[in-house]
């Protein structure tokens, strides 16, 4: 089983060890490293991060091009050239933090691709800190 990043949902203790700090989305070395096995067994993946009607820190990994992106859903960036999306209402809401993919033990979301490895990704965000902001152009 992989340790998973013993951080809490929201930090803002700076950028967490092993992911990237000038981002809109990383993952931990956990999270990459379950994405490379689901890649291995299924091909081309894509995240979609919803905050819909289900747990909203767990972002839904499916095979690329079987989900169909909304028009006001936002592509946050790609990790190791995967795509990952958030819905639009909750980028407005997470648009100043790092949306950090990490992995902790449980079931995936049903249709995610993560179901039956008894680990599942969840998201983490970072408030980024003013610099950062301004680095990345995002307005205070």
């Not at 379950?34 to 767990?58: N, T």
């Not at 995967?82 to 979301?109: C, M, N, Y």
Request: with cysteine; glycine share 12%.
């Amino acid at each position: 089983m992989n340790e998973h990043t013993p951080i809490s949902c929201v930090t803002d203790d700076g950028a967490v060890d092993g992911t990237e700090a000038l981002a809109r989305v990383t993952a931990t070395p956990a999270a990459k490293a379950l994405m490379a096995e689901i890649i291995g067994r299924h091909g081309e993946v894509m995240f979609h991060q919803s905050g819909g009607c289900c747990d909203g820190s767990a972002p839904m990994c499916y095979p690329k091009g079987e989900f169909r992106v909304g028009t006001t859903d936002v592509k946050l960036g790609e990790i190791d050239g995967t795509e990952v999306f958030i819905s639009g209402p909750q980028f407005e809401a997470w648009k100043h933090t790092q949306l950090i993919l990490d992995v902790v033990p449980g079931r995936g979301g049903m249709f995610s691709l993560d179901n039956g490895t008894e680990r599942r990704f969840l998201s983490r965000s970072r408030v980024f800190s003013d610099a950062e902001k301004e680095a990345l152009g995002i307005a205070a």
